[in-house]
């Protein structure tokens, strides 16, 4: 069988365009363009992309971090509803925990709507525990966030976890006709 090879990449400048039409298609504007660049400009975020192979003009999703004293928090994840449902939110999910782990964080947490049973199956998956909730945090909807934690991503352990997490994304890919490369360029 043929496998397409996916990459995760750091967001530039050139990627701007593509990203608030993901953006737009996911979150129906949630970010700015100014907002993009403030991530690209600041040492604390990680904001990365994954390119749709062989097509400069689109991207398959996107995941951001913000490093915040130990914590690690999630701040966007998305994945273009073409592309939902074939394990790549797992792939983006695993880079941003990675880069939790290079940045010596101690854990990872997000929000998200108590409605939102893909996203809390996806965050379950690489061991977050719902930790508590904030009342009415959607102000359009009222809908109350779960806050969902990882501990332990700065334990000794954590490397092997990472690998497991590898193994279990690229076989899931697989399913799809996807490989991915674990590394993404840093420059
Ligand atoms: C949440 C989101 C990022 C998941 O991305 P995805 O690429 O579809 O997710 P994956 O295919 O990697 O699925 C990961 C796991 O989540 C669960 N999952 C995914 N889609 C699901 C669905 N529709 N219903 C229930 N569980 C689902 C499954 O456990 C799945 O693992 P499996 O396929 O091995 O069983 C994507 O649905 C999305 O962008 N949604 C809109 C934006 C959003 O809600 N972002 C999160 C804000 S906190």
Redesign the pocket.
Known sequence: MTTISLQLQLLTEDDLPQVLELDQA??GGLWSKDGYLREMASPNSTLLILPLPNDGDRLM?LGCLWSIVEEAHVT??????D??????????LLGLLRDAWLRGLERAT????ES????I??YE?FGFQVAGKRKGYYQTTGEDALIMWRKGINEQKFPEQLNKWEKMVGD?LRQNSWRFQSEYNRE
């Open positions: 996911c979150f999703g966007i994840m998305a994945v273009h509803p592309f939902q449902g074939q394990g790549l939110g797992q792939l983006i997000l929000e998200v709507r939102n049973t893909a996203a199956a996806l998956k899931r």
